[in-house]
């Protein structure tokens, strides 16, 4: 039983540091990744545009496809910040400390090393939208175009 062992319910993805550190919490996932990979994440996308009279001057666009947020990095930073990848050290340092070994100069120190702090939901799906657009493009004169776009998503639930 881990109890209140800094690394009670981490879990790490080949190897365990926690173990490394004397610590009985942690677990592996037993592969490089937290989670599976999705191979779900098929984003179809088409499009198309129509010269109406043939004469370049009017020109109807349309499209639609499905788009998938790209994995951002900054969910991740704050899991940095677990056990055993940091600690806390507390106590009152004295004027006379060596350079070479300030641990030495403190009075009543204690070091912590906390608990988990950050964590992620293994089970969360990429983010995904349908996004859908129609153009009309007419020549106005030489060089000059009008363009009358609608642009749409659904609607956030």
Not at 63 to 80: C, D, I, K, N, T
Not at 122 to 137: F, G, I, K, M, Y
Request: proline share 8%; glycine share 10%.
């Amino acid at each position: 039983m881990v109890g209140n062992d800094p690394c009670n319910g981490l879990l790490f993805a080949e190897t365990n540091p926690c173990a490394a550190a004397g610590f009985a919490g942690g677990a592996t996932t037993g592969n490089r990744s937290f989670r599976d990979t999705d191979f779900n994440n098929f984003a179809p996308r088409i499009g198309f545009a129509w010269d109406i009279f043939g004469n370049s001057k009017s020109v109807f666009r349309a499209g639609v496809g499905q788009f998938f947020q790209r994995e951002r990095v900054s969910p991740y930073l704050p899991v940095a910040g677990n056990p055993p990848f940091n600690a806390n050290r507390n106590g009152i340092r004295t004027l006379d400390n060596d350079p070479l070994n300030p641990s030495l100069a403190c009075l009543d120190c204690s070091t912590s090393n906390g608990s988990p702090s950050a964590g992620i939901d293994l089970s969360v799906r990429v983010p995904n939208t349908w996004q859908w657009n129609a153009t009309w493009e007419q020549e106005l004169f030489p060089n000059n175009v009008l363009e009358l776009s609608y642009v749409g998503s659904p609607a956030s639930i």
